[in-house]
Nanobody, 116 residues
Framework: QVQPVEFGGGLVQPGGSLRLSCAAS????????MRWYRQAPENQREFVAG???????TYADSVKGRFTISRDGGKNTVYLQMNLLKPEDTAVYYC??????????WGQGTQVTVSS
């Protein structure tokens, strides 16, 4: 199974910014949608943002106005620009890829820590 790979996590102060990337290359199968999820300790994995092949984006209420998802279709890469970060955003962020005729595939996750 082809697994996406995330980059860009790290430590940032409250109010700061990070840009996450997810590379989903390695397969010629059409990608229908790419999403970001996150999971904090002792919490369930929750939806953050998603973008369809046609560029339609959706966001969780908790990140609207602060996060922006975008996609480079030619490179099969999705980005998550995170601004005005809060301590509550601290979590492991996972990339989820849905391909034509296949189940979802998940990346290994990248840690985002928001702390002063």
């Amino acid at each position: 199974q082809v697994q996406p790979v995330e980059f860009g996590g790290g430590l940032v102060q409250p109010g700061g910014s990070l840009r996450l990337s997810c590379a989903a290359s390695g397969s010629s199968v059409t990608i229908l949608v790419m999403r970001w999820y996150r999971q904090a300790p002792e919490n369930q994995r929750e939806f953050v943002a998603g973008i369809t092949r046609g560029g339609v984006a959706t966001y969780a209420d908790s990140v609207k106005g602060r996060f922006t998802i975008s996609r480079d279709g030619g490179k099969n890469t999705v980005y998550l620009q995170m601004n005005l970060l809060k301590p509550e955003d601290t979590a492991v962020y996972y990339c989820n890829v849905r391909r034509l005729g296949a189940d979802n595939s998940w990346g290994q996750g990248t840690q985002v820590t928001v702390s002063s």
